[in-house]
């Protein structure tokens, strides 16, 4: 049984920074795409940073520069550095992965096999 285990998130001032995890069981993070997303309140949920099995990254616009993806592969956990937050981050975070290597779109949510139960991340 694949389980994606998020955690890490909080309130944070603006232009605070939080760190938020992704612990897989069930699932090799290694070799495929994940991405995290987000959904504010009253909003669709959206991409927010994927990485691919080749260690590819790719970003929002709106996050690029602030945020950052990566992965312990070690650890089997992907991971998101949130820097220099603003109140539009505010939403609750999703892990989200593949079964695929590379290809596709990053962002596309119905490309994504396995989500966690979210985080939330507050910003004010």
């Known amino acids: 049984q694949v389980q994606l285990v998020e955690s890490g998130g909080g309130s944070a001032q603006a232009g605070g920074s939080l760190r938020l995890s992704c612990a897989a069981s069930g699932y090799t993070v290694s070799p495929y795409c994940m991405a995290w997303f987000r959904q504010a309140p009253g909003k669709a949920r959206e991409g927010v940073a994927g990485?691919?099995?080749?260690?590819?990254?790719a970003y929002k616009d709106s996050v690029k520069g602030r945020f950052a993806i990566s992965r312990d592969d070690a650890k089997n956990s992907l991971y998101m550095q949130l820097n220099n937050l603003k109140t539009e981050d505010t939403a609750m975070y999703f892990c989200?992965?593949?079964?695929?290597?590379?290809?596709?779109?990053?962002?596309?949510?119905?490309?994504?096999?396995?989500w966690g139960q979210g985080t939330q991340v507050t910003v004010s």
């Open positions: 989200a992965a593949r079964v695929v290597r590379s290809g596709g779109s990053w962002n596309d949510q119905a490309e994504f096999v396995y």
């Open positions: 990485v691919d099995g080749g260690g590819i990254t």
